[in-house]
């Protein structure tokens, strides 16, 4: 269906950025001259074959007042990005129905080895000043780009001397004002600058109390993943600058992350049958409640006239410890009887995973040749990451080590006074993974697998071309290859043959996606309008299926995807306002029976359903406005294997935000899910059709009201 419309779609529309093209007018004159540093290039966006988006600082402000975080601000403004479970773990949460690889400044959030699915949970949005969206699979950053990158920014150095600053105080509370549905957040960003040196440290606090559903029922707790309800989170952040010269600049960003759950819940079963969602009741759970920390280093150094050209480099050292929940009953998987009767063990994991690495890159204009733009780089990285049983100490993940050497180039010419760009590169991976001897737990029956070094090496390329025959009006075709790693955990856990060794058993081979798109952009006087159409494959993908305890196993396959976004936003004849649409439509498939063919539908852990973004908003004076509604539209999912009960139902969600600037800082008011609409998440009702504990509902009506000085 998506190739019958395509070309119309082209023909009338162009290639943007979704959320560009609904934010807050406020953003608009500060995109156009913005750098997006996750293209690893200082080349404006229209120099470059690939879809951008940059989500200013003022609509994600917006977005995050509204739903509590930035990974919840890229999905509501995303089309063709999930719909967030509203859970601390994004399993399942995809972008083009890949994965996305998050960022802070460039530096990989991923646990890729063992992923826990915490890596949009890092840092306070208080503390980010742009999220960039790249999309589509590409090896920009190196691993985990299959989707595309989302790449957030952190605040810059203060511009004035002297001292400066912000505060924020927030106040969030459900339909019913419910002392259990209380939560707040107060946030503080001191920044000084004097001569060539600036620091800048802030901190952020945020309680947050338990979701309610739209019929007042409190929202099932999810034990074992983990949750944003009933938690409290605390973010410190650090940025200090010195300019060696007037071009070179050496910047140290610190920051720490942590979110602990309260444990003041237990999960009640739901129906399925009935359509009773899961619920959640005043108890204590057993065992330590789900909770998530990463801290981070990172020191650069850029000069933007190094021999003429742009220098930067970067080391980073990235440090993460997820802790998995208990389930009131003990779960199969940790049972053992050299310790305890089976079925009386209780035990949880824990995911702890320590990165380091350096990025390098130099660009500049060809002497005699300014036409031609070249960048050359290295990145490395090495990460160790294993998953332990804390209440017994036992390894369930073998310690495992990453390391990845990744020389890289790039080309941008520009022809016919910039009227026809063609762009280009590759980027060469050489990757280890080195795993001891160890052996499985005693449901994998005590099997001793002999360690190895297995490895590979891949090139990977990309290359496009654009033509812009007019300024603000452009098209552009591209081909971009992205990979990671499949997730090596999931599969050295599960073991259970006697007589395996990694280096002949352990398949390594990256995830290779190929991603191909076209599109035109139209960006002139009140119009921003945008198409895109995208096919991507990737002969051994990788999907996640759910067994019936809940724990998902990793499956490799050979996987297809193709989609079409559009996307328009129109300023109206009322000065400051601003109405938008954006729609993505994506087909999914993989080869379930091995015959080469792919002929089943991808489920709900493995790709988005088709959505309808309508925005309105108004920007003017001190008065600032939007009302915003996304449609989750019903899908059903087919193929030998796919169950009717996994079938989408649909949705719909109305927000809306308010914000009024005074001379002691600015007063706004946001709802979410302004007509307290019931419905079961995309995540819940795609999957597990039997599972009573995973049946979730969607939060229901919440409002914050906040406050933020700037001084």
């Known amino acids: 269906m998506i190739r019958k419309i395509v070309a119309a779609a082209l023909a009338c529309t162009a290639l943007s950025s979704p959320a560009l093209a609904q934010t807050a007018a406020s953003d608009t004159n500060a995109k156009d001259n913005i750098v997006v540093t996750a293209a690893r290039t200082i080349l404006p966006p229209n120099a470059l074959p690939l879809t951008v988006d940059v989500i200013g600082k003022d609509a994600l402000d917006q977005q995050v007042l509204i739903s509590g975080s930035v990974t919840e601000a890229v999905a509501t403004l995303t089309p063709s990005f999930s719909p967030t479970r509203q859970k601390l773990?994004?399993?399942?949460?995809?972008?083009?129905?890949?994965?996305?690889?998050?960022?802070?400044?460039?530096?990989?959030?991923?646990?890729?080895?063992?992923?826990?699915?915490?890596?949009?949970?890092?840092?306070?949005?208080?503390?980010i000043d742009r999220v960039e969206v790249i999309y589509?699979?590409?090896?920009?950053?190196?691993?985990?780009?299959?989707?595309?990158?989302?790449?957030?920014?952190?605040?810059?150095?203060?511009?004035?001397?002297?001292?400066?600053?912000?505060?924020?105080?927030?106040?969030?509370?459900?339909?019913?004002?419910?002392?259990?549905?209380?939560?707040?957040?107060?946030?503080?960003?001191?920044?000084?600058?004097?001569?060539?040196?600036?620091?800048?440290?802030?901190?952020?606090?945020?309680?947050?109390?338990?979701?309610?559903?739209?019929?007042?029922?409190?929202?099932?707790?999810?034990?074992?993943?983990?949750?944003?309800?009933?938690?409290?989170?605390?973010?410190?952040?650090?940025?200090?600058?010195?300019?060696?010269?007037?071009?070179?600049?050496?910047?140290?960003?610190?920051?720490?992350?942590?979110?602990?759950?309260?444990?003041?819940?237990?999960?009640?079963?739901?129906?399925?049958?009935?359509?009773?969602?899961?619920?959640?009741?005043?108890?204590?759970?057993?065992?330590?409640?789900?909770?998530?920390?990463?801290?981070?280093?990172?020191?650069?150094?850029i000069d933007s006239n190094l021999g003429g050209g742009n220098f930067v480099g970067q080391i980073f050292w990235n440090r993460t410890r997820d802790t998995f929940g208990g389930e009131p009953n003990p779960i199969a998987t940790f049972q053992d009887v050299q310790i305890a009767p089976v079925g009386t063990l209780f035990d949880q994991s824990q995911n702890r995973s320590r990165k380091y690495?350096?990025?390098?890159?130099?660009?500049?204009?060809?002497?005699?040749?300014?036409?031609?733009?070249?960048?050359?780089?290295?990145?490395?990285?090495?990460?160790?990451?294993?998953?332990?049983?804390?209440?017994?100490?036992?390894?369930?993940?073998?310690?495992?080590?990453?390391?990845?050497?990744?020389?890289?180039?790039?080309?941008?010419?520009?022809?016919?006074?910039?009227?026809?760009?063609?762009?280009?590169?590759?980027?060469?991976e050489n990757v280890k993974i080195s795993i001891n001897d160890y052996t499985t737990l005693a449901s994998s029956g005590r099997t001793f697998v002999k360690g190895g070094s297995p490895n590979f090496d891949d090139v990977l390329l990309n290359g496009g071309m654009i033509v812009e025959p007019v300024p603000g009006i452009r098209a552009y075709a591209s081909y971009a290859e992205g990979y990671t790693a499949p997730d090596v955990g999931r599969i050295t856990r599960a073991v259970s043959t006697p007589g395996v060794e990694i280096d002949n058993f352990l398949n390594i081979r990256p995830i290779v996606s190929n991603n191909r798109e076209i599109g035109v952009e139209v960006k002139r006087g009140p119009l921003d309008a945008s198409a895109?159409?995208?096919?991507?494959?990737?002969?051994?993908?990788?999907?996640?299926?759910?067994?019936?305890?809940?724990?998902?196993?990793?499956?490799?396959?050979?996987?297809?995807?193709?989609?079409?976004?559009?996307?328009?936003a129109v300023k109206l004849p009322i000065d400051g306002l601003t109405v938008s649409a954006g729609y993505a439509q994506l087909d999914g498939k993989y080869d379930a029976d091995g015959d080469d063919v792919v002929e089943t539908d991808l489920d709900g852990?493995?790709?988005?359903?088709?959505?309808?973004?309508?925005?309105?908003?108004?920007?003017?004076?001190?008065?600032?406005?939007?009302?915003?509604?996304?449609?989750?539209?019903?899908?059903?999912?087919?193929?030998?294997?796919?169950?009717?009960?996994?079938?989408?139902?649909?949705?719909?969600?109305?927000?809306?935000?308010?914000?009024?600037?005074?001379?002691?800082?600015?007063?706004?008011?946001?709802?979410?899910?302004?007509?307290?609409?019931?419905?079961?998440?995309?995540?819940?009702?795609?999957?597990?059709?039997?599972?009573?504990?995973?049946?979730?509902?969607?939060?229901?009506?919440?409002?914050?009201?906040g406050w933020d000085y700037r001084f």
Do not use: C, H
């Not at 996305?100 to 699915?117: E, K, V």
């Not at 999810?222 to 944003?228: K, P």
């Not at 096919?535 to 079409?564: C, N, T």
């Not at 001190?622 to 999912?637: G, I, K």
């Open 89 to 127: 773990s994004g399993a399942g949460e995809t972008l083009r129905g890949r994965s996305p690889l998050y960022a802070i400044n460039g530096i990989p959030q991923s646990t890729p080895l063992r992923d826990g699915s915490r890596d949009g949970f890092t840092i306070d949005g208080f503390f």
């Open 136 to 301: 589509g699979s590409n090896a920009l950053q190196g691993i985990g780009g299959t989707g595309g990158i989302v790449n957030q920014v952190t605040v810059g150095a203060p511009k004035t001397e002297g001292v400066s600053g912000r505060l924020l105080l927030q106040g969030t509370a459900d339909d019913e004002f419910s002392e259990a549905g209380m939560g707040g957040k107060a946030a503080g960003l001191i920044q000084y600058r004097a001569g060539r040196f600036d620091a800048s440290v802030g901190a952020a606090y945020e309680v947050r109390g338990i979701f309610r559903d739209g019929e007042g029922r409190p929202v099932g707790i999810n034990l074992t993943q983990g949750e944003t309800q009933d938690s409290k989170t605390l973010s410190l952040f650090g940025r200090f600058g010195y300019e060696v010269t007037d071009t070179m600049r050496l910047d140290l960003i610190a920051s720490r992350y942590e979110l602990k759950g309260d444990g003041d819940y237990v999960a009640v079963a739901g129906n399925r049958v009935t359509g009773l969602p899961t619920s959640a009741a005043r108890g204590t759970p057993p065992g330590d409640p789900a909770a998530s920390r990463t801290e981070s280093l990172a020191l650069s150094l």
């Open 357 to 428: 690495g350096a990025k390098l890159s130099y660009e500049r204009a060809v002497p005699g040749f300014e036409a031609l733009t070249l960048i050359a780089g290295f990145d490395a990285l090495w990460d160790s990451t294993e998953q332990r049983l804390i209440a017994t100490d036992r390894v369930w993940v073998p310690p495992t080590d990453f390391r990845s050497f990744a020389p890289f180039g790039q080309a941008n010419l520009k022809l016919f006074d910039g009227l026809v760009r063609v762009a280009g590169g590759a980027r060469y």
């Open 532 to 568: 895109t159409y995208f096919w991507s494959s990737s002969k051994e993908g990788q999907l996640l299926v759910a067994r019936p305890d809940g724990i998902f196993d990793v499956l490799r396959q050979r996987v297809a995807i193709e989609g079409l976004e559009i996307n328009l």
């Open 605 to 705: 852990a493995n790709i988005s359903p088709d959505r309808l973004n309508l925005a309105a908003s108004y920007a003017k004076g001190p008065l600032s406005a939007r009302v915003q509604t996304q449609f989750y539209l019903a899908r059903s999912f087919t193929g030998p294997t796919r169950d009717p009960r996994n079938d989408f139902e649909g949705y719909n969600l109305t927000d809306a935000f308010l914000r009024y600037q005074t001379r002691i800082g600015g007063i706004s008011l946001a709802v979410q899910n302004l007509f307290d609409r019931q419905y079961i998440a995309y995540a819940s009702d795609t999957q597990r059709p039997t599972d009573n504990f995973f049946n979730f509902a969607g939060r229901g009506r919440t409002f914050t009201l």
